[in-house]
């Protein structure tokens, strides 16, 4: 390599590759050389601006540690995230997925279906009730519900000290009819962590930091493949300008009052109990 110049360079770094046993590693990572290259290319990048942006990555790392990545919400605000999301979806008949947030963790306290999560929660209490169903419209029976949202002040439990351990969370089953019960409260939106890079970066651009309301969900089942998604509030001022493009519209959900007699007799020490209703198809 002694004669290195910027027509070989490419090329030269790649094979620089050739000894990865995994092959399809050795294919990303020579895929990743080539475009890092090309974008170099594209925009003349010059000495000062390179310098920044490893100052950017710099800061990042600086200020990730074990309950918060910035380098993940890099990966969401640029839409990478979502785009990866959808990449992975093979058939359009299924639920799409959408972002798992910084927020999730394995070991949620396993409930029966009707699950009630209120407990002292402030908010608006909503019963959140869906069927899983395979693609030939079949429900799924003892599949795994792993749900998670925030608190009435937007805070997920990990963010505030003043919500008991694994508030608003629960992992439960689908009955034999694939249906699954969870009573929470309605979700708030919230803003994206605005004191790291990514945040000054939002804050350059003008670019709202809002992400609308959402439920999030890991629903699993044998011999299907996992989603993770969320689900959206119809009357959410920021659907349309979600800041880490999250949503889609079969998604979006509407909270209605309550009317189903059974569930209603279930709760009759809840007062104005809401009811949002939807179905998800695994592949
Ligand atoms: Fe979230």
Known sequence: MRNTNSKNLTPLTQSSFNELSNDRLQFIIKSFVSHLHDFARDTQLTHEEWRAGLEFLHQAGAITDQSRSEF????????????????????????????????????????????????????????????????KGNPIPKATVDFWQNADNGLYWQQDPSQAQDNLRCMLHTAEDGCFEIVTIRPKPYTIPMDGPVGALFTLSNRSPWRPAHMHLIVEAPGHKTLVTEIFDEEDPYLDNDAVFGVREVLVASYKKAQDTELLSRYKDIPNLLEVRLDLVLE
């Open 72 to 135: 993940s919400l890099m990966s969401d605000v640029f839409g990478l995230s979502s785009l990866v999301d959808l990449l992975a979806m093979s058939s359009a008949n299924a639920t799409p997925g959408s972002n798992l947030g910084p927020f999730h963790s394995r070991g949620s306290p396993v409930m029966k279906s009707p699950a009630n999560l209120l407990k002292n929660n402030e908010g608006q209490a909503v019963a959140f009730r869906g069927k899983i169903l395979d693609l």
